[in-house]
């Protein structure tokens, strides 16, 4: 991710064209239907491979050639200094550890089959009493984009402090939906913004986002954090991808929409902001998986929240958006190694919110930079928040876990995900709302 289109070729868990697709559904018995008739692709035998913590340049480019290779995906990009999460199709997974064997580099094996993970992952089953106590959310499994939407529509209705907004429409025509919770008391607020799902397959994104909004609205520990601020959510940013994981390709990452000329379809939500757009750790190619698309703001779900956000920018005080997986909670800038020159202030609030996280059930999170921390990646939501739309507290967090499952975090950790963010997210605005206070006197 050090270069611009250095992942140029990250596409490869797209098949090649149609054709190919569907000489694959009739071919491979490892595609499975799933309930809408559909086929979905299967990821059985497919492993995930961890490398040694890296230190060598060499090393590290070596390994990112795999990012052009059929069936071979990062589920964690090679950093200097930190280890990679490589997935292989059952043929390739010999030739991946035979590179490994060649490089001297060692490896062990995360997950010996990514498919019987995901079918673990989402009980069909709901806790039913959990379901009515929170209004239709269980939290006990993952939710698809209808049920969060018509959770977030059935608050509005029902709660004075509560409302809802679609606030524009997704390439297949979804709706994208904006939740404000304020309890309309002290006029102007300032406000709090939080999104998820902008990458389809982190679930726990969403996940979390729906469980803390809920927690605002119901639960009385927080009631400060409602008088103090209003809040904006967005639970679902990239609502069509979000649907595909659910029904196709449980790894789709980017938007649906589709590229002219090729047959490879989506762009990376997050490297598809206006600002600096185009820069390191973005991709020109559309069968990239970080393609950032042919221009800033070409996806309808980023303009859409983009308008969102600068419709209320001068209210809006902090920019959270959540993202997985890896524990990381992240300062600007991700585009520039450079610092920005209010750097430290953002660290001091950032580990606030990263020590009260850590202290509810023990999950630690490193605080810091993307390029310090991660890896340089322009055009990204964060960067957009401070640097266009003027937010300074702007936050990207990485949430669970360290990739024990990956994205395929089980549902029974979404409310103990749910818990410690918020109490991170908590702290930070408290914390916040004293600055606020302390610099206007
Ligand atoms: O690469 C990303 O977009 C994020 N990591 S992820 O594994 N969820 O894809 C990190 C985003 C950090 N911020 C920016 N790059 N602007
Ligand atoms: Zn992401």
């Known amino acids: 991710m050090r270069e611009n289109g250095s992942l140029g070729r990250v596409g490869f868990l797209i098949p090649t064209c149609l054709l190919l697709q569907v000489l694959l559904v009739l071919g491979n018995p490892t595609v499975s239907q799933n309930s809408s008739e559909e086929e979905k692709k299967s990821y059985r035998n497919y492993k995930v491979l961890r490398t040694q913590p890296v230190d060598n340049k060499d090393v590290l480019d070596k390994l ?30 010999a030739f991946v550890e035979e590179t490994f064997k060649d490089m001297g580099i060692e490896h062990m094996t995360v997950i010996n089959d990514v498919e019987e993970l995901f079918q673990g992952q989402n009980p069909d089953v709901d806790n039913e009493y959990n379901l009515k106590q929170n209004g239709g959310m269980s939290f006990t499994r993952y939710h698809r984009y209808n049920e969060i939407i018509s959770y977030a529509k059935q608050q509005a209705a029902r709660d004075g402090m509560v409302s809802y907004q679609s606030i524009g429409t997704s390439s297949e025509g979804r709706e994208i939906g904006l939740v404000k919770i304020s309890d309309g008391t002290g006029g102007n607020k300032p406000a709090i913004w939080m999104d998820g799902g902008i990458h389809a397959r982190e679930w726990i994104s969403p996940a979390t986002v729906t469980y803390i909004m809920h927690k605002l609205i119901t639960d009385n520990n927080y009631r400060d ?9 967005v639970p679902i940013i990239n609502v069509d991808g979000y649907e595909y994981t659910h029904t196709r390709d449980r790894l789709w990452r980017k938007t649906r929409r589709t590229n002219q000329g090729t047959h490879c379809v989506g762009t990376d939500p997050n490297r598809n902001w206006g600002f600096k757009w185009g820069g390191p750790g973005s991709s020109g190619d559309p069968c990239s998986e970080i393609y950032r698309g042919p221009k800033p703001f070409s996806e309808p779900e980023t303009s859409a929240v983009a ?49 009260a996280l850590a202290s509810t059930y023990g999950t630690r999170y490193r605080v810091g930079s993307a390029p310090e921390i991660l890896y340089e990646a322009a055009g990204g939501s964060d960067d957009w928040a401070k640097g266009s739309a003027g937010i300074k507290y702007s936050y990207t ?15 029974s950790q979404i409310t103990a995900t749910g818990e410690e963010t918020l109490r991170g997210v908590a702290a930070t605005a408290r914390a916040l709302h004293k600055t606020l206070n302390t610099a206007t006197g």
């Open 397 to 411: 967090l990485e949430l669970r876990d360290t990739g024990t499952y990956g994205f395929a975090l089980p549902a």
């Open 225 to 233: 954090l409602v008088q103090n601020f209003d809040w904006y959510i």
């Open 64 to 93: 990112m050639t795999f990012a052009g290779v059929e069936d071979i995906s990062f589920w964690k990009y090679p950093v200097m200094n930190g280890s990679a999460d490589i997935m292989a199709s059952p043929d390739k997974v």
């Open 307 to 355: 308008n969102a956000v600068l419709a209320r920018r001068n209210q809006i005080k902090m920019y959270l958006t959540f993202h997985s997986y890896s524990q990381l909670w992240l300062l600007p800038w991700s585009y520039t190694r450079q610092r920005p020159s209010d750097y430290s202030e953002l660290q001091r609030l950032g580990l606030i919110g990263a020590r």
